[in-house]
C-alpha cells in the first residue's frame, strides 16, 4: 500500500472527524462530491451533515467558521484554490486571527489552500499566500512539503487553539507518495534537517523543498555535502535549527517558490543575518519566482519558478565565492 | 421557503407592560451613558473616536430585548442600547472606552468593538457586514449540537447593505435556514452619504425576496412598533422559519462620531417623522398607554443618571494595562509562538 | 428608478432572419470549437484546464450579438459562443489555450482568461462576480468622457450570485445608474454544488428588485427566445434605463471541465426542458419558421468544421513565448521595475 | 502660509483634476463631505461629476478603477483607511495588479491608503499594509514621508501608467507642516538622504521617518552621526541608495511601524545580507512593531510600536557591538 500527500490531508480530516465531534467540514464542492481535489472524498457520506457544499462566498465561509469556533466547534474550511483566499482575506486576517488577542476567546479554525504552481495553472491558480498571512499577528501557518507532515500537521492544525492557514502544495498531491501514514510526528513548528549536509545550508519548505533535495543530490558527484532544511511551518519560523544549521556549514541559500519582494526568504535570511551574522562565511543567497504574476505557458511556468538545476546553479555559486 | 416579504403595521396591545416599562428604561439608559460619553469626548478624555446611537435607541433595544441566554447577539455601532438589553453594562461601556485593563478588551480592543462572545455577546469588527457571517456560523455551530430555539439578531446600516459580507452572510444564512434576525437600520446616511448613493431598490425590503426570507418594516422612532416587530421576526426565527429581515426607518439625531456635526443631513429629514426621537415617542406612549406617568419617567432619568455616574466614577479610578505586563502574543498556544519580537528586547 | 422585475415570453417574430442565421451560425462555431478542444484536451495537448459552455451556446450568442463596436463585452467561464459573436475568433481561440505568443495573451494566461480589453472585450480573472463591477467601471469611464449609447455586457453563473463582487457590482451599477447588462446564466449548478445549496429565493430574478434594476427571464435553451430577451434588455440599457438583469435557465451539457464527468447532475433534469441542446432546439427552429433548412444547416456546420480544422491547423504551427526573450515584467513603466529578480542571474 | 502632509495631498489632487480631464476620485464620502481626512475638501464642487460618493463596497470601488483605466481613465481612489482594504483586497491583487502583465494594457490607478497608527484608533484604524501590496508583482508601493512628497509622489502617483498603492500616514495629516508645496521633486523610485551620517545607517520610511530623526538627533550629543534614509517607495526599493549608505557606515539598521514577520525591514536587510555582505561591520539589526493586533490603549500603543527612544537604545547597541 502507498498513500500520497493528497490521500494523507484526507486521511487527517477522516481522522480529525471521528475523533472530534466538534470538527466539521465546511467549503464549495467538499459534500458529495468530496472536493475539486477529492481532498474530502467519502466524508459526506461517512460523517452526515459534518462536511457540507458551502455557496460560492469565500467572505462567508470564513466567518461561518469563526462564528462557529466561538461557540467551540473547530471547523476546517477549504478554499477552492488558494488564490480565492484573496477574496475571504479580511475575514481571516480581521477577524479570525484577532480574535483571541482581543476577546481572549481562541479561534481554532482550519484554512485549506490548495496552494503553489502546476502545469497550465495560470495566474489564479497557482499563488503561494504563506508570505501574506505569515505577516498578519495571530495565525499560524502551515506548509508540508511529505506526506507524513500533510498527515501530522493536519491533525495538529485541527487540534490547536488558533487559526491556522494550510497551504498544501498542489503539485504533490498526486505524485508524493509514502509507504504508509506517520504514528509519530515531529512537533509542528520545529523545521527538519531533511537532508544533512557541511557545506552548505538550503533552507526552503513546500514543494521547493523536493527541488532542493534533487540540487543536493545532483551536486553529490562535484564532491559537495548540502544540507537541507524544510521549515514545515513558516510561522512560527524555527530560527534556531536555521542558526544550528548555518553555524555548521557557514553557508545559506533561501529557496521558495513565492515573488521575490518579501516573503519567507526575506524573513529567514533577514532572521539569519540579524541573529547569525558571526556565522555566514559568504553572503546569502536567495532564490525565489520571478515577480510577475505566474505564467500559463508551460515553457514560462519553468523559467518563473526555481527549479533543481537552478537551485543547483545558485549552489556551486554560493559555495565558490 | 418563506419568499414573501410582509409589512406590518403594529399596535402596541401585544406586549406586556413590563416590557415596555424594561425597554423605555434601558433606552433611557443608553441615552444617559452616550451623553456622558459625548461630554467625555469633548473633554478630550477619550482618546480615539466615540460612536453614538442617539435616536436608534428604540430600534437597538427591540433587536436584542427578545433574545434569552443563550442566544447570539452581533450589535453594530449605533447599538448601546442593545448592548445594555442584552447584558452589557454602562461599567463596561466606560471601561471600555477608558481603556480599563478590568474592561472586557483590557485596553486591547476600545468602544465599539466591545463584547463578550462566550456568553453570546459577539464583539463586532470595524469592517462593516462581517459579523453577518460571523453570528450565521455561531447559529450553525449550536444546530449541529443539536441546539434548538436559539436565536441569533445582528444590525446592519443602510451603508452595510452594499458590502460583500452583508450580501454573502445572508445567503448563506438563508441557504442554510438560519435562525438569524438581520436587523436593517436605514437612518438615511452611511456617514455622509445618502441613500441615494447606496442602493437604487425603491424599499431596503426588497432585497429580502431576494434572498428567499421573510421580511419585516417598521418606523424606528416608534418603540412600541419596534418592539412589535422585533417579537415577531425573533419568534418566527425561533420556530424555525429562517432568516428574517428587519428593515427600519429613523435617523441617527448625531454625528457619525462625535468629530462629526452632521451638517450635510437634510434639514427637512429631520423635521419628517423620520426624525423625531424615539425618547420622546416613547415617553408620550408610555404615558398615553396608561404604562408610566411623566413623573415615572423623570424618576427613571435621573436613576439611569445616576447609575451613569456611578459606572463611571468606578471606570475611571480603574487601571489601563501595563504594556511590561502585557504577554504581547496573539495566539493562544504558547509553544507556538513566533520568537522573533525586536521590540522585547528593550 | 425601475423596480418592476419584468417577466416575458417571447416569440422570434422581432428578430430579422438575418440575425437568427448569424446567431445561429456563431453557436455552431463555438460547438465545433469547443468539441475540438475537448478532443485536444483528451489527448492531451492541452494543459491546464479546458472550461466548455456546450448548452449555453444560445444564451451566451444572445448576450453580445445586439453589442456594437465600442460597446463593452465582459465574459465568463461559459461564453464561447458570446465572445465569438463579440469578434474574437477561432484563432485566438486555439492560440490561448495552446499557449501561442500570437495569441492575445502571448501565453502568459490561458483558456477562458483572454480578452481584448482595447476593443471592449474584457478578460476576466478566474475570481468570480469580480468582472461585474470592472465592466461597471469601464462603462463609467465612458459615460464620463461624454459617450452616450454606449452598452455593456456582463455574465455570471448561478453560483457567481453568491459573490459579494457580484452585489458590490450590481449594486453600484444600480446607483450609477450604468447601462449594464447582467446575464445569470442559471445552469443548476455550480460545479458540483446545486442551486439548493446555493441561494433560498424562489426564483434569481427576485434579486433585480432588491437592486431596483430591471428584470427579464428566459428558456435559455431556446435560441429564439434568448435572443428576444437580450435584444430588450440591451436595448433598455441603451436607453438609458440602467441596469438590467437577464436571468435564463439551463443546463450545461458537459462538466465544469473537461476533467469533471459531471456525474452529480440531477438524471431528470437532464431530461427536462431545461437539459435540451440548443442547437437542436435552435434547428428546429430556423426550419420551422422557414429561416433555413435541414441542409443550410448541415452545410454550415461542416464549415464551422472546417474553419475550427484551419485555425488549429494556425496556432499549431506558432511558437509559445520564449522565456528568454520575456522582460518578466509586470508593470509598464521601466523605470519603477523592483531591481530584485533573482532568477534572472541564471 | 504652511502646508500640512493632508492639504499636500488635497493640493496635489486637485493639481491632478485641473491638469487632466481623465482623472477623476471615486470613495466613501469624498464627494461634498470631503472624504473623512478631508483629503478632498471642496473638490466635489471645484470639479463637478468628477469626485463622487461610492457606496460601502471597496471590492466595487476598486473593480470600478480598473475598468475605468481600460478605458483610459485616470482613476484615484479612497479607502476610507487602509485596513478596509482587505475588501477591496482581490480587485487590487488579483485584477489591477495583473492587467498589465496579462493584456499590455497598463493600469493607471491610486489606490490611497490612510495608513498607520494613532492614538486610540485600535486594531481596524491602525494597519500598516504596504508589506503585503509590495508582496504582489505589478503594483507601485509609495510611502511618504513628508509634505513634499506626499505632494509630489501623489502626483507622480496618478501620471504613472501603473497601479499604485499610496500609503499616507494619518499620524502626519495634521501636524507635520511645510512652508510651501514643492516645485521640483526627487523622481519616485528613489530613497532619500534625509540625514547624513557617518556611523550608521537607519533605513526607514513613512511616520517613522521622524522617530528615527528624533533618534539620531538624540544621538548627537553621544557624538554618534547617524545617517537615515527615507525609502519614499517600498516598491520599488531603491537598494543602491541604501548599500551606498552601508558602504560608508558599516552598520544598518531598519525601522518600520507594520507587524515584525516579513514586510519592508526583512526585505531591506535581506538585500543588503544578500547584495551588500561586505559591506556590513556588525549584525544588521531591525525595529518592528510587535506581533499582535495595533491595541487601543495608548500606553499600549506606545509599547506596541518602535519610538525614538527605543530607537535610539537599539542604535546604542549597534554602535558599541
Ligand atoms: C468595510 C468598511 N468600509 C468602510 C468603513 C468606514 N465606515 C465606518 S461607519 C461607515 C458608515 C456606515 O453607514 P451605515 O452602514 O449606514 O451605518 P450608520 O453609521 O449609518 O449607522 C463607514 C463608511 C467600515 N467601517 N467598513
Ligand atoms: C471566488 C471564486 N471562488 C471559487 C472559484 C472556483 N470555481 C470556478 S467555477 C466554480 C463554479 C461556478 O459556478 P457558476 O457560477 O454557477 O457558473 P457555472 O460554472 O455553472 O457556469 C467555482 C466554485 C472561483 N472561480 N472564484
Ligand atoms: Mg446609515
Ligand atoms: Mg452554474
Aim: charged share 20%; proline share 5%; glycine share 10%.
Amino acid at each position: 500500500m502507498s498513500v500520497t500527500y493528497l490521500e494523507a490531508i484526507r486521511a487527517a480530516q477522516e481522522k480529525a472527524l471521528a475523533d472530534d465531534p466538534r470538527v466539521f467540514i465546511y467549503g464549495q464542492d467538499v459534500g458529495s462530491f468530496g472536493g475539486a481535489f477529492k481532498a474530502t472524498k467519502n466524508l459526506a457520506a461517512e460523517f452526515p451533515g459534518r462536511v457540507m457544499d458551502a455557496p460560492l462566498s469565500e467572505d462567508a465561509i470564513v466567518g461561518l467558521a469563526v462564528g462557529a469556533a466561538i461557540e467551540g466547534a473547530r471547523p476546517i474550511v477549504e478554499m477552492q484554490f488558494a488564490d480565492f483566499s484573496t477574496v475571504g482575506f479580511n475575514q481571516i486576517v480581521n477577524q479570525a486571527a484577532t480574535l483571541y488577542y482581543r476577546t481572549d476567546i481562541p479561534c481554532p479554525i482550519v484554512v485549506r489552500l490548495p496552494s503553489g504552481g502546476t502545469l497550465g495553472a495560470g495566474p489564479f491558480h497557482s499563488q503561494s499566500m504563506e508570505a501574506v498571512y505569515a505577516h498578519y499577528p495571530g495565525l499560524v501557518v502551515m506548509t508540508p512539503a511529505t506526506v507524513e507532515d500533510a498527515y501530522s500537521m493536519m491533525l495538529e492544525a485541527v487540534s490547536i487553539d488558533d487559526p491556522v492557514i494550510f497551504c498544501e502544495h498542489k503539485l504533490l498531491y498526486y505524485h508524493l507518495k509514502a509507504d504508509k501514514l506517520p504514528d509519530t510526528a515531529q512537533p509542528v513548528g520545529k523545521a527538519r534537517i531533511a537532508r544533512a549536509g557541511r557545506d552548505a545550508t538550503v533552507v526552503t519548505y513546500s514543494a521547493m523543498l523536493h527541488e532542493s533535495l534533487q540540487a543536493a543530490e545532483d551536486l553529490v558527484e562535484e564532491g559537495w555535502q548540502i544540507e537541507v532544511i524544510d521549515l514545515r511551518t513558516v510561522k512560527p519560523l524555527d530560527t534556531d535549527t536555521i542558526l544550528a544549521s548555518v553555524a555548521r556549514t557557514g553557508r545559506l541559500l533561501v529557496v521558495g517558490e513565492a515573488w521575490p519582494w518579501g516573503g519567507v526568504n526575506a524573513e529567514v535570511i533577514s532572521r539569519v543575518a540579524t541573529e547569525g551574522f558571526g556565522l555566514l562565511d559568504a553572503a546569502p543567497m536567495r532564490l525565489n519566482a520571478r515577480d510577475t504574476p505566474v505564467p500559463y505557458h508551460p515553457d514560462l511556468w519553468a523559467a518563473h519558478r526555481p527549479t533543481a538545476s537552478v537551485i543547483a546553479a545558485r549552489l556551486r555559486q554560493l559555495l565558490t565565492q | 421557503m418563506v419568499t414573501a416579504a410582509k409589512e406590518k403595521t403594529v399596535a402596541c396591545n401585544d406586549l406586556d407592560p413590563a416590557l415596555l416599562v424594561r425597554a423605555y428604561r434601558v433606552m433611557l439608559l443608553a441615552r444617559a451613558t452616550e451623553d456622558k460619553l459625548a461630554s467625555l469626548y469633548r473633554a478630550g478624555m477619550i482618546k480615539g473616536g466615540v460612536f453614538l446611537g442617539k435616536g436608534q435607541e428604540a430600534l437597538s433595544t427591540a433587536s436584542s430585548i427578545f433574545l434569552k441566554k443563550g442566544d447570539i447577539f452581533g450589535p453594530l455601532i449605533r447599538d448601546q442600547a442593545g448592548r445594555l438589553a442584552f447584558g452589557d453594562t454602562v461599567l463596561d461601556t466606560f471601561r471600555t472606552y477608558l481603556g480599563s485593563a478590568k474592561g472586557p478588551m483590557r485596553g486591547r480592543d476600545g468602544n465599539i468593538h466591545r463584547g463578550r462572545p462566550r456568553e453570546g455577546y459577539y464583539a463586532m469588527i470595524s469592517h462593516l457586514g462581517a459579523l453577518v457571517p460571523v453570528v450565521a456560523g455561531g447559529l450553525y455551530a449550536r444546530r449541529l449540537r443539536g441546539e434548538t430555539g436559539v436565536v441569533g439578531v445582528t444590525s446592519i446600516g443602510d451603508g452595510g447593505t452594499s458590502t460583500g459580507a452583508f450580501h454573502e452572510g445572508v445567503n448563506l444564512a438563508a441557504v442554510e435556514r438560519l435562525p438569524l434576525v438581520v436587523v436593517i437600520a436605514n437612518n438615511q446616511y452611511a456617514y455622509s452619504t445618502p441613500n441615494s448613493r447606496q442602493f437604487a431598490c425603491a424599499d431596503l425590503l426588497d432585497k429580502a425576496a431576494g434572498y428567499g426570507i421573510a421580511g419585516f418594516k417598521c418606523d424606528g422612532t416608534d418603540p412600541f412598533a419596534s418592539l412589535e416587530t422585533l417579537q415577531l421576526a425573533v419568534q418566527a426565527a425561533r420556530e424555525g422559519r429562517g432568516p428574517q429581515m428587519v428593515v427600519a426607518t429613523l435617523l441617527r439625531l448625531v454625528g457619525h462620531g462625535e468629530h462629526d456635526d452632521a451638517g450635510y443631513v437634510d434639514a427637512a429629514l429631520r423635521q419628517a417623522n423620520v426624525g423625531r426621537d424615539c425618547l420622546e415617542v416613547g415617553a408620550t406612549q408610555l404615558i398615553e398607554s396608561d404604562v408610566a406617568t411623566a413623573d415615572d419617567i423623570a424618576v427613571w432619568t435621573k436613576e439611569a443618571q445616576a447609575e451613569v455616574e456611578d459606572a463611571l466614577n468606578i471606570a475611571q479610578r480603574e487601571k489601563g494595562p501595563d504594556p511590561a505586563e502585557e504577554d504581547w502574543q496573539a495566539i493562544s498556544t504558547e509553544r507556538l509562538a513566533d520568537g522573533h519580537h525586536d521590540l522585547e528586547d528593550e
